[in-house]
Every structure is written in structure tokens, then in C-alpha cells.
């Protein structure tokens, strides 16, 4: 028989990444060429861009009662020397340019604000030296001359934020307060991981905040001496390029899995480019990244809605009636998927947010599409169709990811069965005997069997029934091209 090149135990089978729709895939595109990295990790850092320029102005109303904000976590794992932090400036750059024109036009209002502080300040420390040499009979009229100057005392206007990188918890709660609960932390690297598992807080998981700023629930922060900070709807984005080795040992972090923080986000595992570059690009065209920034900065620019309080509201979202049951139906596939032996039942935990991270994905496709005023239309079929094959993909390279956390029991038992073949040195062997010498891992041989099947997909070996005295025997044939290097 002819044989199949085996795909390696540790190495994932992957869809091919599918180019976002319009600007965003033209801009993903060309940062892949320009860097010669993966599509996967300018696609991902792209989608984080968006959702910050998003998140906090817009939410997803799927139907009455059940809505989804726009705000997401994207981990592209990949290892170090890959470029990655020419990819997330490349990809964040609007986010950048923004923030220094708002710096730029808020400069002389800044000083002017600073200048009349001081003044203030140093009028209310003359009142106070006043009050503690004044008469008896003075003190009344100084001190309410202290509060009338306090309650008239000027606030520096900040300059506007959007993402910050590696931060601590707190830090992170105050810079949420200031810049109106809407804030991305976003890293070519994953050492955010270590932060929130403890590297400042005596090895205690700290992540309180970042589960509620994924949902926008309430949350308080408490920041030691200072006062604490309230969060009435805070939304958090992560764009995050962490090694794989992070992810592999996120998973045997203290409540990472337990607490559903590893489930909120979307992950992608591509495959390197080191060792296939030419080394010989241009750069990203002018002209993409003009209208990639237009898009982005469009989308910053726009304030959220007030309600009868006077209070900032995000904008709705709503599906029409096609995208709407597109999402039913692409939910109730994933919901049977999630069956004990469905294709979720190792990350249930994980595939049980996915629908709602589709909807944050149209939400985002949608925003792109009708960067003016995203809430007059509705959210389109096809507009849907490409964030569920975005979603897709994701689920894709999430169960890759749990895998390599060593969550998903069929590809263990396969690796279990190939070192058991490996250390035989088998070119031929039979289920029977496999079992007999595995007994100890496999208290059942239906336990055994999804591991066989998984190194038959892989192309590791090949099975054929051969008739014998009693029942049949399955036998298995060994891929040659493994062992080779046995004889």
C-alpha cells in the first residue's frame, strides 16, 4: 500500500486561516507579506485593534434579554524570533496615531488646567496657614473660604488612552476609571500571564477584574492604600502573542481553568515561517494602511449613546432575521458537539462561550463595514457567515491548543499507544495485544480505540481485519516511514 507522510502527534491539523473580509483582510495580508509571518498572528492582532476602537460603544443584542459586547481576548501563540512585535505595531498602529492626536489637541487645555491648579493649590496652602496663626473669631469665615476654593478646584483633563501592555491589576483598574471603563492590553509577548497569576501578588491569581472586564459586569478594585475603584461596565480587550510553552503551562495555573479565564479567549496556534522566509519584502502598502487607520480611527471617534441619566450607554447591534437564524443553526451544531464524545467534550468550557464570541465577531465585521453610524443597519447574513467561518477556525486551533495542554484524552491515548509501538519496535501488531500490554492505562479496550483512530487519521498506522479460527483480529500495519530508523 502506498503510505501517507504521517502528521506528527504534536503537530496540529489546522484549517488554513481565511482572509477577513474588505480592509481588515486586505491589511492582514499585507503585514503577513511585509513580515513574512503567519496570516494568523496579523489577523489576530488586527481583530484586537478593532475591539478596542469598539468596545464599550457598541454591544450585540442577539434577541430580547441576551446580549454580547464587542470586546475580545485573541492569544496567537508563537515563539519568540517570529517578528511579532513588528506585526503588533504594524496592526496597532491607528490605536497609536490616535492617541497622539488626542494628546496634540488636548496639550494647551492640559496646561491651562495644570497652570490654574497651582494657582489654586497654592492659594487654598496660604488659606490654611492663615487659618492656623487666625483669631478665634476669623476661623469660621477662613474655613469657608477653604471649602468654597476646594469645591471649585480645577481637574487636569487626561490625555486620552486606549491600551497599555504588561500592568498590574490595580494599575489596570485605575487606567479603566480614567479612560471612561474602556481600555486593551495588548503584547507581542504573554508575561500579562505571570501578572495575573500572582508575580505581584504573593503567587495569588488576581483576575477578578479581567473576568468582569470580559463580560462587563460591576467589579470593585482595591489598590492597597488608595482608594478603591468602582467599574459599573467595564469592557477589556486583550491582543496577546504569547509562547507556546505559556499556554501549555496556563492550563496548571491556580484557577485559570477552574475560574474560566483559559475559555474566555480565542486562540490561534499557526505554524512558524522560520527557516522559509526569502528575507526580501517591501513594506506594507501605503495606501492600506491610510484606510486601515481611517476605519480605526473612525471607530474611536465615536462617543456611546447617553440614556435618561445623562449616563454613556453603548450602541445596539441588532441581527436581522437571516444572520440571526444562521447563528441558531451554527450554536445547535456546537451545542451537540459538546455531548460527552462530541467534538467539545474535552473543552466544553471553552466551546460553551463560542457562540457568543461569534457574535462579537460579527459585531466587530459589521462595525468595519459601516464605521459610521454601525447601529442604523443591521447585522447581515453574510456579514454573520464570515464571522462563523472566523469562529470556525478559531474552534479549530483552540482544540489545538487545549491538546496542548494535554486536555483532549484521544490524542493522549494515541501518544500512550505509540510509545508503547515505538518501544516494541512493531512493524505489524494487534489490537489484542496492544490492549493486553496496556490494561493498565486502558481499563476498557473502547477506551483504547479513539487513540487507535487518532493515529490512523495521522497516518502512524493502518488497520485490516484478518479472519482467523474464532472472531476476527484486527491488525495493524506500522506507517514504514516511522520505523526506518528501528532496523
Known amino acids: 500500500m502506498k503510505w501517507e507522510k504521517p502528521v506528527l502527534l504534536?503537530?496540529?491539523?489546522?484549517?488554513?486561516?481565511?482572509?477577513?473580509?474588505?480592509?481588515l483582510g486586505e491589511t492582514s495580508q499585507a503585514i503577513a507579506t511585509a513580515t513574512e509571518t503567519p496570516l494568523e498572528l496579523a489577523t489576530g492582532m488586527t481583530l484586537a485593534t478593532v475591539a478596542t476602537a469598539c468596545q464599550g460603544r457598541f454591544i450585540v443584542q442577539v434577541k430580547p434579554g441576551y446580549s454580547e459586547p464587542v470586546n475580545v481576548w485573541i492569544v496567537v501563540a508563537l515563539d519568540s524570533g517570529n517578528r511579532k512585535s513588528s506585526v503588533l505595531i504594524e496592526a496597532t498602529h491607528p490605536l497609536m496615531s490616535w492617541e497622539s492626536q488626542r494628546r496634540?489637541?488636548?496639550?494647551?487645555?492640559?496646561?491651562?488646567?495644570?497652570?490654574?491648579?497651582?494657582?489654586?493649590?497654592?492659594?487654598?496652602?496660604?488659606?490654611?496657614?492663615?487659618?492656623?496663626?487666625?483669631?478665634?473669631?476669623?476661623?469660621?469665615?477662613?474655613?469657608?473660604?477653604?471649602v468654597e476654593l476646594e469645591s471649585k478646584l480645577v481637574e487636569v483633563p487626561v490625555a486620552s488612552r486606549v491600551w497599555c501592555d504588561d500592568v498590574t491589576t490595580e494599575h489596570l483598574g485605575t487606567l479603566l476609571a480614567i479612560h471612561n471603563e474602556r481600555m486593551s492590553v495588548l503584547s507581542a509577548e504573554g508575561g500579562i500571564i505571570d501578572t495575573i497569576a500572582g508575580r505581584y501578588s504573593n503567587g495569588i491569581a488576581n483576575m477578578d477584574l479581567y473576568l468582569k472586564g470580559h463580560s462587563g459586569e460591576p467589579v470593585r478594585v482595591d489598590r492597597g492604600s488608595r482608594d478603591p475603584v468602582y467599574l459599573k461596565r467595564p469592557a477589556l480587550t486583550m491582543g496577546l502573542s504569547p509562547q507556546p510553552d505559556v499556554l501549555r503551562n496556563m492550563a496548571n495555573l491556580p484557577g485559570f481553568r477552574g475560574r474560566g479565564f483559559i475559555a474566555r479567549a480565542g486562540y490561534l496556534l499557526p505554524k512558524s515561517k522560520l527557516g522559509h522566509r526569502s528575507l526580501e519584502t517591501e513594506p506594507v502598502p501605503q495606501h492600506v494602511l491610510d484606510a486601515y487607520e481611517q476605519v480605526i480611527h473612525t471607530l474611536l471617534n465615536i462617543e456611546p449613546g447617553t440614556d435618561e441619566h445623562g449616563e454613556p450607554v453603548p450602541y445596539v447591534l441588532k441581527l436581522n432575521q437571516e444572520a440571526y437564524q444562521?447563528?441558531?443553526?451554527?450554536?445547535?451544531?456546537?451545542?451537540?458537539?459538546?455531548?460527552?464524545?462530541?467534538?467539545?467534550e474535552f473543552m466544553t468550557d471553552w466551546a460553551g462561550k463560542l457562540p457568543g464570541f461569534a457574535i462579537r465577531l460579527a459585531g466587530l465585521l459589521h462595525c468595519?463595514?459601516?464605521?459610521?453610524?454601525?447601529?442604523?443597519?443591521?447585522?447581515?447574513?453574510?456579514?454573520?457567515?464570515?464571522?462563523?467561518?472566523?469562529?470556525?477556525?478559531?474552534?479549530?486551533?483552540?482544540?489545538?491548543?487545549?491538546?496542548?495542554?494535554?486536555?483532549?484524552?484521544?490524542?493522549?491515548?494515541?501518544?500512550?499507544?505509540?510509545?508503547?509501538?515505538?518501544?516494541?519496535?512493531?512493524?505489524?501488531?494487534?489490537?489484542?495485544?496492544?490492549?493486553?500490554?496496556?490494561?493498565?492505562?486502558?481499563?476498557?479496550?473502547?477506551?483504547?480505540?479513539?487513540?487507535?483512530?487518532?493515529?490512523?487519521?495521522?497516518?502512524?498506522?493502518?488497520?485490516?481485519?484478518?479472519?482467523?479460527?474464532?472472531?476476527?483480529?484486527?491488525?495493524?500495519?506500522?506507517?514504514?516511514?516511522?520505523?526506518?530508523e528501528w532496523s
Open 10 to 23: 504534536d503537530d496540529p491539523i489546522l484549517p488554513e486561516m481565511a482572509p477577513l473580509p474588505g480592509i
Open 368 to 484: 468595519v463595514e459601516d464605521q459610521s453610524q454601525p447601529w442604523v443597519h443591521q447585522i447581515s447574513l453574510d456579514t454573520m457567515k464570515n464571522a462563523l467561518e472566523l469562529a470556525s477556525i478559531f474552534s479549530s486551533h483552540a482544540k489545538a491548543v487545549f491538546n496542548l495542554m494535554g486536555a483532549d484524552k484521544d490524542l493522549e491515548g494515541a501518544k500512550k499507544v505509540w510509545r508503547w509501538v515505538e518501544q516494541g519496535r512493531f512493524s505489524q501488531f494487534s489490537k489484542r495485544d496492544c490492549y493486553n500490554s496496556l490494561k493498565g492505562t486502558f481499563p476498557r479496550v473502547r477506551d483504547m480505540e479513539p487513540g487507535l483512530d487518532v493515529l490512523e487519521e495521522r497516518h502512524y498506522i493502518s488497520a485490516a481485519k484478518q479472519q482467523t479460527g474464532g472472531r476476527p483480529s484486527v491488525l495493524y500495519n506500522v506507517n514504514p516511514k516511522l520505523t526506518e
Open 104 to 146: 496634540l489637541e488636548m496639550e494647551e487645555d492640559i496646561k491651562h488646567a495644570e497652570s490654574k491648579q497651582k494657582t489654586q493649590e497654592a492659594r487654598l496652602k496660604s488659606l490654611r496657614s492663615k487659618y492656623g496663626k487666625a483669631e478665634a473669631t476669623d476661623l469660621d469665615e477662613i474655613e469657608k473660604e477653604i
Open 326 to 344: 444562521e447563528w441558531m443553526e451554527f450554536s445547535k451544531v456546537v451545542e451537540i458537539g459538546l455531548q460527552e464524545g462530541g467534538r467539545f
